[in-house]
């Protein structure tokens, strides 16, 4: 069956058999024309099949005798390009309160060509807004052309800048759009985001919505998320960000805990308000279970058990995060950990360097080991990040 082709090809490659056997050319033929037609998650399925080729060797993940139809599994599925740390918003729970701005050269891109063809998907965020990249579109287009897959662009904006013409040049093209609202009213929209122009407000977020959306066909639609970075001043807004969801259709409202990166933000964390976080998770859930918007979002007191992130952890097999420097990590949890430099070294040398082989063998650098997203959400130490946790500083005792 079609749909069993990738973890055929799975097992196939971890039984040892002959990878240039013209079976595993039938397989992945299977394979690449199931995951061009199916609603399967594709970065999984590429991320399993480079796993199993890493199993047999790390030579032959780097590509040392590896057939060319199995060359794409072993580039990241997930590519994150960071266009700019410039934003219009001054947000106190993103890594830095205000952001003067630097950017991507955009010449830069041939580095990822190889990158861009592989992937599955392509985000093109970075810690800034998007939309105030002034070679935005370019961009979009660039990578298009590289790899003409459909649906498979991924943005994070504040959505200040959505327009009709915005959702006319993106339809068809959008995987997951990421709105971070923060709010469900005006008043606290305000205070969560700080912008520095008067003239983006709350209103004005909802007005361009009504003007993006229409615009979007509905798969692009399936892929939009309102998002919360919930923390002790907006958390009691998560059932109001639900309605506004299901006013405009959107199927998914995410409630993203606040991980504290500045020590006198602590009192912001929701480690300090459990039971009345769960208990407005709880409405949330059960006003979108009404509404038809699904409400993603962790809570405590579940008696939720450590996890051996190094066990886990999928990450320097799936994504890389390329930030405008050219610095990467292969996650967004990785604290002040950075490797390499992709634009002066090239992809390749980053990406099938020593350090990531070895941190696919084994994830134990510091901010492996204070994970978020492997620890209790009851652990004071899962809302700071480990760009805290794993520094040297008096300022840390006091957390």
Known sequence: MPSAAPQQLVEAIASG??????????????????????????VDAHRRIGQAIFARSAELYTGQGLPEYLVRYTYPAFLSVHLNTHCNAACFFCREADYKGTSLEFDNLHVLTNA?????????????????????????????????SPHMIFLTTNGSLLSRSWGQRLSGKIHKLVISVNAGTAETYDTQMRYKNAAFTFDNLLENLREFLPMLNDEDRRGIDLHMVANTGNFREASDLVKIAADFKIPLVSIGHYICAQPQHMDKVLWNVKQEYNDELSRARKLGATLGVQVHGRKFFMDEKEVNGADKCVAPFESIFIETTGKTTPCCFMGNERFGHIYEDGFE???FSEIMNKLRHKRDLPPCKVCTVFSPFDLKTTHISASLLTKKSPEIAVL
């Not at 105030?132 to 590289?146: N, W």
Request: proline share 5%; charged share 25%.
């Open 17 to 42: 058999v002959d990878i240039h056997d013209q079976s595993i050319a039938n397989l992945v033929k299977v394979t690449e024309d199931f995951l061009q037609t199916s609603q399967t998650d594709k």
């Open 349 to 351: 040398a980053v990406w």
């Open 116 to 148: 861009i063809r592989h992937a599955r998907i392509v985000d093109l965020t970075g810690w800034g807004e998007p939309f105030l990249y002034p070679k935005f579109e370019k961009v979009v287009e660039h990578v298009l052309q590289i790899n003409p």
